[in-house]
Each structure stands twice: as structure tokens, then as C-alpha cells.
């Protein structure tokens, strides 16, 4: 029988683990244990550099024609609240942002919104921002502007690549389990669909990110399952440049959960994506949604990455307690990263290194 023993000596010798061994570690390790672990794995790839970025985050629309039971951020287009952006509006929030190097732009699904939407947008920006990174779209936005059609992936990703979309988001993969999806988000892309929306976009040269969403009616064996899929992948293509835990938050949505998992929780599902992915060289703390202060915690298990400043925030999260409704500025970063003893560095888009404080 394995032993997390085993496991550890398999793990610091630098050796891939199982599924099995996966669980193994999740059931019956200590969160200490799994910190050692993780926080090994974080220094063997990254040193003790901790990576932050200076972005701005847009919703261009927070109509959508689904309705996913745990997103308390859609709305219909007649009720109050609902909101679309011209794209005069985003080059006039991409202005004011400051000192930034990249935009990230994820949305809802509004119908009214078509690929030509999106790809006048990513001109534009490109023709007034021409030094800016531009990230955007999920794959489910992908799958939506697709038509649904899957054999419509490679040729709408070509076409925005040439508007000048330069990576993709990693948001709507939330669990991969058919089951699951079904209660959770049955009008959503399938978790195959969404694995093949990045394929394709890593053979047209679109780097991603991944993501899963933990804490809701999922179990560990569910999480790990998510996990295996993205490794493979990974393994098939080394497109994704980083991995992000996504923690459920209590909102005004019809999946009826009582009560967040608490952070304990947390640390034990980093711990175990930064083991488990040794494939994928970033884990980012998402921190508008994990809360600031949790985020610099997870530095310990795991995670390498704050991502950013997240100039006028994203409202997808502010639904939710109003975590991260304002940005944080660089110079707020930089020093609590050093209050953790680690080393502040700004990154770009790709990862590659623009200022080591």
C-alpha cells in the first residue's frame, strides 16, 4: 500500500504521481504535509519569485443567455442592472487605467454581441494600444461564437488571433463531470468541448489558462478527475501558461449552498494542484475572489502568482461580497510580497520578466 511517505519521496525526487496517489495525499495528508510538498515543487520551478502583473479587467456585457446556478453576475437584458459597453466605452476604461500591460475582457453571452463585436474590439485596441497585452474570451464565449459548433473552433480562434486576440482566458471549464455540469451549468459547453476549445487555440499559437471551480456540490475524487485532464492536455500540447483554483462564494444564485468551504479547504486543493499539474509552470491566487489576505497564504502551498493590480476590478466578484472591488497598486503588492519573504516581480503576459524588485 502507498504511503504518504512514499509519495513525499516520490514528489521532492522530482517524479510524477498518480491519480491514486492524488487522492491518496488529498484524504490523508496534513495540510502541513501538503504545504511542504507544494511549497517544494513552487521553489524548484520558480525560485522564490512571486509574479504580479499591472492589467485591467473589462466586461464588455453582463447580459447572458445563461443561466449557470452558481453566477450571481448575469443578467437578462430587461432587468435593472444589465449593461452592454460600446466600444468606445472600453478604449475610454482601457485609458484611464494607468500604467498597465495588459487587458483581460471575459463577458457574458449577449446575443446582441457577435463575432464582429469582438473582433472591431480587439482591432481597436490593438490600433490604440498597440503595446498592450490583450487576453480575453472563455471558451464558452468561444463555444457561443462558434454557433456552438465545434468545427467552427479553429477557424473563429484564427480570426481573432488575426484581430489581435493574444491569449485566451481560462474561465467556464468549472468542473469537467458531466454530472455535475448538468446541475450547475447545463446550457454550458461540455467539459470535452471546453478542453478542445484550447487545444485548438494552442495549435494556432494562443497560449490559455485553466481553471476549476471548487467548493460546491463537487467531491475530491471530481476535483482530481478535472485535474487529470488538464495535466493531459498539457502534456499534449504545453499551452497553458498557468492554473487557477476558482473558490465558490456565496451569492444571490439558485444553487441553494448554505456555506463556503472553509480555508483549510483552500489550502488543500492548491497544495494538490501544485503537485498533482507539474507540467504547468504557474498556480495563481486569484485574490479579488480569495480575499487579499488569503491569497498571501496560499503563497505557502502552491501558488506563484497574485496576478495583478486589476485596475477598476472585475464586477463578477463583487456580486460576492464586494471582495476585490478596487484594484491594489504595484507598490502594494511589492510589499507584501516581501512581508512573506519572497521575491516581487512584474511580470508580462507570457511570464517573462519586466521589473525584479
Known amino acids: 500500500m ?30 502541513g504535509e501538503l504545504a511542504v510538498l507544494a511549497d517544494s515543487i513552487r521553489q524548484r520551478l520558480n525560485d522564490n519569485i512571486v509574479n504580479f502583473i ?10 447572458c443567455r445563461n443561466r449557470c446556478r452558481f453566477c450571481s453576475y448575469r443578467k437578462s437584458k430587461e432587468e435593472f442592472g444589465s449593461y452592454t459597453l460600446s466600444e468606445a466605452e472600453v478604449l475610454e476604461r482601457i485609458a484611464n487605467a494607468g500604467d498597465i500591460s495588459e487587458v483581460h475582457i471575459v463577458g457574458g453571452l449577449n446575443t446582441e454581441l457577435d463575432l464582429n463585436y469582438y473582433l472591431n474590439l480587439f482591432q481597436a485596441i490593438s490600433k490604440h494600444f498597440p503595446l498592450l497585452f490583450r487576453k480575453g474570451l472563455t471558451a464558452e464565449e468561444i463555444h457561443f461564437l462558434c454557433g456552438n459548433k465545434p468545427s467552427n473552433y479553429a477557424d473563429v ?26 446541475v450547475i451549468c447545463p ?14 487555440a494552442h495549435r494556432l499559437g494562443l497560449p490559455t489558462n485553466a481553471t476549476i471551480l ?40 439558485s444553487l441553494g449552498i448554505k456555506s463556503e468551504v472553509p ?41 506563484d502568482d497574485l496576478d495583478g493590480t486589476i485596475s477598476q476590478s472585475t464586477g463578477i ?14 507598490e502594494q503588492l511589492v510589499d507584501a510580497i516581501r512581508r512573506e519573504n519572497k521575491i516581487p516581480v512584474e511580470r508580462d503576459s507570457n511570464y517573462r520578466e519586466i521589473r525584479r524588485y
Open 2 to 31: 502507498t504511503s504518504i511517505g512514499d509519495i513525499h519521496s516520490k514528489v521532492i525526487a522530482g517524479v510524477r504521481i498518480s491519480t491514486e496517489e492524488a487522492l491518496h495525499l488529498y484524504h490523508n495528508a496534513t495540510i
Open 54 to 63: 499591472r492589467n485591467i479587467h473589462i466586461e464588455p456585457t453582463n447580459i
Open 157 to 182: 480562434l484564427q480570426k481573432l488571433k488575426d484581430s489581435g486576440l493574444q491569449s485566451l482566458a481560462g474561465g467556464g471549464a468549472e468542473i469537467f463531470k458531466p454530472e455535475i455540469r448538468r
Open 187 to 200: 446550457e454550458k459547453l461540455s467539459g470535452e468541448e471546453w478542453l478542445l476549445v484550447h487545444k485548438t
Open 214 to 253: 471548487y467548493g460546491h456540490i463537487e467531491s475530491p475524487e471530481d476535483r482530481i478527475d478535472h485535474l487529470v485532464q488538464i495535466r493531459q492536455l498539457q502534456d499534449e500540447t504545453h499551452g497553458f501558461n498557468a492554473f487557477i483554483p476558482l473558490k465558490y462564494k456565496l451569492s444571490a444564485n
Open 263 to 303: 480555508l483549510i479547504d483552500d489550502l488543500r486543493m492548491f497544495a494538490i494542484s501544485r503537485i498533482f499539474l507539474d507540467n504547468i509552470p504557474h498556480i495563481k491566487a486569484y485574490w479579488p475572489m480569495l480575499g487579499f489576505e488569503n491569497a498571501l497564504l496560499l503563497l505557502s502551498f502552491g501558488a
Open 317 to 330: 466578484y463583487q456580486n460576492t461580497g464586494n471582495i476585490g472591488k478596487f484594484g491594489l497598486t504595484a
